[in-house]
């Protein structure tokens, strides 16, 4: 018996993200669309401040606060009052905005440095006690495609989320706690990016569940030369793929039609 991964739905609550920047111009606004992703299947809903595209440009930690936390607390407001079992995530990579997020209502810290951005990062995940997602990257969001390489991208990234972990547990976070993400996009080739995607399930084996964040990105334009707005289809093939292959959570921005495409496969394959 197949089991359809848990969908994590992208709000991003910036006006610079590559894909959907903008369109939550309002705490209630971005709340009615973080319970539409709910209402079509999202267990968790992402909440991200700063946009971490290629080229992007650090926020400050006041503006990225300013950005998410009035959402953060009425999506919350909102989840409990309609008694929703969805779980919110906080997509930062500095330890105050995580603090202030969970105060907000957050449930899971959603990091693209993997903690090593900010050196308080690690004491801060250990006493929140929560879920906690390491993601590679190679470089910073600045630079991270201007001339990224590897000699066997899977060994690599691998061992540096493995080393990751080990770091992360010795510090005191508990391992049912980790979740690891290889970075789709971030700091890859089209090459790499492939190749992640064919030997996903080689990740498990660091002992970890598995988030795979590959819906709208440009690995798909470098295929069919796609804009962002028209990657549906290849988003889905890749959701697919990763439920296919061990992912535990799709971090995706379509949730309507990801969850139709993952009902319609894990009933092909559990008849």
Known sequence: MVKRPKIMGILNVTPDSF?????????????????????????????????????????????????????????????????????????????KVAKEAF????????????????????????????????????????????DPGYED??????????TRVAVSIAAGVKLENIIVDPGIGFGKRLEDNLTLLRELGRFKEIGCELLLGASRKSYIAKIDDSPVDKRLGGSLATAIWGAKHGADILRVHDVQETVQALKVWETIENE
């Open 19 to 95: 894909s959907d920047g903008g369109k939550a111009k309002t705490p209630a606004a971005a709340a009615q669309i973080a319970l539409g992703m709910i209402e079509a299947g999202a267990d968790i809903i992402d909440v991200g401040g700063e946009s971490t595209r290629p080229g992007a440009r650090a926020v400050k930690i006041k503006d990225e606060i300013e950005r998410i936390i009035p959402v953060i607390k009425k999506l919350a407001s909102e989840i409990k009052k309609k008694k929703l079992s969805a779980q919110i995530s906080i997509d930062t990579r500095k330890a």
């Open 103 to 146: 105060e907000a209502g957050a449930h899971i810290w959603n990091d693209v440095s993997a903690l090593t951005y900010d050196d308080a990062s690690l004491d801060l995940a250990v006493k929140l006690n929560c879920p906690v997602i390491l993601m590679h990257a190679q470089g910073t969001p600045e630079g991270m495609q201007d």
């Open 153 to 162: 991208v899977i060994s690599e990234i691998k061992l540096w989320l493995s």
